[in-house]
């Protein structure tokens, strides 16, 4: 492996020896060569490594996978966090990352495969190799096949294996892109605005309707407020605003236009903030207090669907 530089492998296993086969020797390794080395994964799957590790197990990082960031961008910010705080200088990291695939919704699970080939981009340059197991005795199909489309290549073993099937991270994303439903003939909306302040008081209505209050409220107006703020960004744009509920969730549909182009790339708002003041944080932000936040162009418009729990949600 190169010593610089992001690498992304996926790992197909069927049985707990398939699994070992390729964590122990990429785990011990890494540890042997004194670079830190965290295994996120089932409670299952950490005993496995651990027994297997003997006395260098001391040295592994865990984390069981289900609370290690539970929706993409949480995932990412996850990432970089364990990279900047457990980095040493002329040693790569080593990361043993497993989704939790099982119980999600259709929805969740495509962003999920849309965040791991997103990865390809938003951790290059960093000196990480990534090995992603999923364990094809609990995952859906079609998910053990987005594997093999997300990674250039998987392992088996220590055989490296390239994967004919890999695309492209923005043109994987475009094709994953949930259908857009159109919104419903009774939603609220507002006409083209080039003010947060008018964003924010159609966000707060909208939401004291459909019956949140106090801090989900609060937050739910933060998100869309940031997320208009990212698109009005470039001067003489302008944002109208639909809103409408659905079952368990508020939806948020801000469309801007403008002379000037709007930045939308397929993966913005995934890293959070850096040093400096960046376009991107607020959308970093609006992602994070979101359920689940859609940023596309369609020729001069850019489209962003924003989802925030709805009040009869708990948790």
């Given at each position: 492996m190169p010593a610089d530089g992001f690498v992304h492998h996926a790992c197909l296993y069927g049985t707990d020896a398939e699994f070992l086969a390729t964590a122990v020797p990429f785990v011990r390794d890494g540890l042997a060569a004194g670079e830190p080395v965290l295994a996120a994964?089932?409670?299952a799957n950490i005993d496995l490594l651990r027994r297997a590790l003997g006395?260098?197990?001391?040295?592994?990082?865990?984390?069981?996978?289900?609370?290690?960031?539970r929706r993409p961008v949480e995932r990412v910010s996850a990432f970089l966090?364990?990279?900047?705080?457990?980095?040493?200088?002329?040693?790569?990291?080593?990361?043993?990352?497993?989704?939790?695939?099982?119980?999600?919704?259709?929805?969740?699970?495509?962003?999920?495969?849309?965040?791991?080939?997103?990865?390809?981009?938003?951790?290059?340059?960093?000196?990480?190799?990534?090995?992603c197991p999923y364990d094809t005795r609990n995952v859906p199909a079609d998910v053990a096949r987005a594997a093999c489309a997300t990674h250039p290549a998987r392992l088996d073993g220590r055989r490296l294996i390239p994967c004919t099937g890999y695309a492209e991270p923005a043109a994987y994303a475009a094709g994953m892109a949930p259908p857009r439903a159109p919104a419903p003939a009774g939603a609220a909306r507002t006409g083209?605005?080039?003010?947060?302040?008018?964003?924010?008081?159609?966000?707060r209505e909208r939401a004291v309707a459909a019956g949140l209050r106090g801090e989900r409220l609060g937050l739910?107006?933060?998100?869309?407020?940031?997320?208009?703020?990212?698109l009005l960004a470039p001067a003489g744009t302008r944002v109208a605003l639909r809103a409408w509920e659905e079952p368990g969730q508020l939806v948020y549909e801000l469309l801007c236009t403008g002379p000037a182009s709007v930045p939308a790339p397929m993966f913005?708002?995934?890293?959070?903030?850096?040093?400096?003041?960046?376009?991107?944080?607020?959308?970093?932000?609006?992602?994070t207090l979101s359920e689940s936040l859609d940023i596309r162009a369609q020729g001069a418009l850019t489209r962003l669907t924003l989802r925030v729990k709805g009040p009869r949600t708990f948790g």
């Open positions: 994964t089932t409670p006395e260098r197990a001391h040295a592994l990082d865990t984390a069981e996978t289900a609370y290690f960031g966090r364990y990279h900047d705080r457990r980095a040493r200088p002329g040693r790569r990291t080593r990361v043993l990352a497993e989704p939790v695939w099982c119980g999600r919704s259709a929805r969740q699970v495509a962003e999920w495969k849309r965040m791991e080939s997103g990865l390809n981009v938003l951790l290059a340059g960093l000196p990480v190799w990534m090995i083209p605005t080039a003010t947060t302040a008018t964003v924010r008081l159609f966000a739910a107006v933060l998100a869309v407020c940031e997320a208009a703020g990212y913005a708002g995934y890293r959070p903030p850096g040093g400096r003041p960046g376009p991107e944080d607020g959308l970093w932000l609006a992602r």
